[in-house]
Nanobody, 121 residues
Framework: VQLVESGGGSVQPGGSLRLSCAASASGRIISIAKMGWYRQAPGKQRELVASHHRRGMTDYAEAVRGRFTISRDNNNHTVYLQMNSLKSEDTAVYYC??????????????WGRGTQVTVSS
């Protein structure tokens, strides 16, 4: 199983970026309970940014609520993060997470390799 992230980059404060993460496998992905985005800034612990349950429930970190929107395409095992009104404190490596990804071999959690988001003037 692989989680492939895209969409990171550099942007000025107030700008926008859209991250994408697609899960793929050599076999069939049956379902993914939850997909989400975490971030880790230099010298800080990895923290949850937003998550999207398969049945539609979403959760956001207080720091991004109202600015970021998570969405998901269950059929294509893809999760998106639309980031608006970006601030310098949003600068971090953003990681995609798939929780309880089910294949014919069972359930497991997976992480992407991360994509850098830099917000700077």
């Amino acid at each position: 199983v692989q989680l492939v992230e895209s969409g990171g980059g550099s942007v000025q404060p107030g700008g926008s970026l859209r991250l994408s993460c697609a899960a793929s496998a050599s076999g069939r992905i049956i379902s993914i309970a939850k997909m989400g985005w975490y971030r880790q800034a230099p010298g800080k612990q990895r923290e949850l940014v937003a998550s999207h349950h398969r049945r539609g429930m979403t959760d956001y970190a207080e720091a991004v609520r109202g600015r970021f929107t998570i969405s998901r395409d269950n059929n294509n095992h893809t999760v998106y993060l639309q980031m608006n009104s970006l601030k310098s404190e949003d600068t971090a490596v953003y990681y995609c997470n798939a929780e309880r990804l089910a294949t014919e071999d069972g359930f497991k959690d997976y992480w992407g390799r991360g994509t850098q988001v830099t917000v700077s003037s």
